[in-house]
């Protein structure tokens, strides 16, 4: 009940938890098929030195920007306009609402590997009623929770962050020892897969940036931070300790089975491996971590989720209904919009039968712009202020890296974020017409010509779509 800040080390459990949700116990498999072990090395390697340069891109900017909270939103408004930053927001919200989404559903697809049998499959792939049912009642059990206060949630993360990578350095250390350099030499070059170096590593270019989204969360929630300095501090650390975990997890495992085997694997593949070191008590222990990692991951990501509406509704670029908070300090108005869009999904989820696969590959679409807006703007602002080199280079790097991440996601998915922009763009036109009060209102120049290029890329987007486009 408190409105009480969060410090450094709960800040960092925050991005931690953020980033290792369901998908480091995919990794194994995920990568294996696509990518041979050269491929993997140099996959990590370039999105180890990008996400490290975005991550000081948000060290950077939490030093010579502290005045500015809400971290995403925030960065792309003050360097490339209201709409620019409206667009951000809602792009950043809608990701991390349909990637809380996932969540949910996989927690339940493992509970699922507890309680179903052959005869009855209760929980099945998350989709079913039983699991819409308690993927509900977590909604607005976590709900209650954050509306207490964010210090108190962010505590409750903590320790469940704790508990989640426990197992993954047990992981880490079982295949260390049993690892064999011969295994892991075998297919070095994924000639097996019958795919250039190059679009082996672009393959995996996706699956590694989905892994670290989050990598953001301090800098969401720096408006609760105790110390501003703590929000860069804990990014880096979070990444750091992340990075370690997911370049150790896939390149051990290539030591202990082959490249074809644990590409055939059923996720979460760590299960697999650790059950063909120590037996089936190795899959119960991964699968009970994957449902505690990814409830701590839905909690951070409802926190972020409920915070950007609200850092968006104090500068008008969201309906005023958002920009409320409660006696505790929490953005009640943001919280209720996400958790009831949640609700709505998952009723969704159960109508389609879409699983956790779908999901994620529409929120990681999502992530691509804004990831891009906050490089260029830390090169924007390192330009204006004359800061030093080092500064501009990151801002540079990271820049080219979410230019890279565009490219090697493809044109599906490009055009795919665009489509899920558009309604981003009502929402902006609404908010300005309720900031005037119902009056009319212009747009300025560069307003007008954002909008008629984006509305073009919509033509494209859906005429593509219709052609050859296949998002199942």
Known sequence: ???????????????????????????????????GAEALLIGWLITGVGIIFLGLSFFFLSRLKPELDGG????????????????????????????????????????????????????????????????????????????RGIKEAASVNLIATIVKTLPLFLFIGLTIWYFSPTQFAHDFDGASLQQPLLEQVKGTMLITLWVFVGVEGASILSAHAKKKSDVGLATLLGILITLVLYVAITVFSLGILPREVIAQMPNPSMAGIL??????????????????????????????????????AKSHNFPQALNKTNQNGTPIGGLWLTNITIQISLLLVLFTGKGYNALIQISTAMILVPYFLVSAYLFKTAIKQ????????????????????????????????????????AVFLYSRYQHHQGKAFTLNRYEKVLLCAISLLFIVSVYYSFTNMNWS
């Open 275 to 312: 059950e063909h070191l120590i037996g089936a008590s190795g899959k119960i222990i991964i699968t009970f971590c994957l449902i505690i990692s990814v409830l701590a991951s839905y909690m951070s990501w409802t926190m972020f989720s409920s915070e950007i509406p609200y850092q968006a």
């Open 386 to 425: 004359s800061a030093a080199w080092y500064i501009k280079l990151t801002g540079l790097i990271s820049s080219l890296y979410a230019l890279w991440i565009v490219y090697a996601a493809g044109l599906d998915y490009l055009l795919l974020s665009v489509l899920l922009y558009m309604p981003g763009i």
């Open 1 to 35: 009940m408190s409105k009480g800040k969060i410090g450094l080390f709960s800040l960092t459990a925050l991005v931690l938890s953020s980033m290792i949700g369901s998908g480091i116990f995919s990794l194994p498999q995920n990568m294996a098929e696509v990518a």
């Open 72 to 147: 995403v939103y925030t960065y792309a408004r003050e360097g490339f306009g209201d709409l620019v930053g409206s667009l951000a927001a809602w792009g950043y919200w809608l990701c991390t609402a349909i990637g809380s989404v996932g969540y949910l559903v996989v927690a339940f697809e493992g509970i699922g590997t507890f309680v179903d049998t052959p005869s009855l499959s209760l929980f099945g792939k998350g989709n079913t009623v039983a699991a819409i049912l308690g993927a509900s009642t977590i909604v607005w059990l976590v709900h209650l929770l954050i509306a």
